[in-house]
């Protein structure tokens, strides 16, 4: 065989191959919105973790979980795959989307690429925004109002 039927022979191959996995959905990104396929994804990740709520983004490619200890799970939809991280308040920094409801992260530690999250409602990022600044953990236990005597 020469070497020109050899080339031609092994594109073919690569064609059908690569038409075959597209045909059959291998080559389609897994599109989900199950909020219990998150949970049971991170969970696997990281077994000790504490759920109390998820919160999805729009596309349903990046999931925040809000952990018990005030940690915040993310997860993130690469490809076929998950990506898993455990975030600290005052790990990342957030700044509103213009005119979307969403968040624009930035890890400091730069591991994972940030990125523009947008929500389905305003709320919902807002309570993400919560969760990442450490809201809930900075927040004082007890208010103090004006001392007598004072207007308020």
């Known amino acids: 065989m020469s070497l020109g039927v050899l080339i031609v022979v092994v594109a073919i ?12 959905g291998g080559s389609r990104r897994k ?9 049971l994804e991170f969970a696997r990740a990281y077994p000790g973790e504490a759920i109390r709520s998820v919160i999805m983004t729009e596309d349903g490619v990046g999931s925040f979980l809000r952990l018990a200890d005030g940690k915040t799970g993310f997860l ?15 790990d990342v920094a957030v ?26 409602s305003a709320e919902d990022a807002a309570e993400v925004s919560l969760w990442l600044c450490g809201g809930f953990a900075l927040a004082s236990p007890t208010i103090e109002g004006p001392e007598e005597g004072q207007n308020a």
């Open 13 to 24: 191959g690569v064609m059908l191959v690569v038409g075959v996995v597209h045909y059959t």
């Open 31 to 39: 599109d989900t919105r199950d909020h219990g396929e998150v949970i």
């Open 76 to 90: 993130q939809l690469m490809g076929r795959h998950y990506v898993a991280r455990l975030i600290e308040p005052g």
């Open 95 to 120: 700044a509103a989307v213009e005119g979307r409801p969403g968040l624009s992260v930035k890890f400091h530690d730069s591991t994972l690429r940030g990125g523009d999250y947008v929500f389905e």
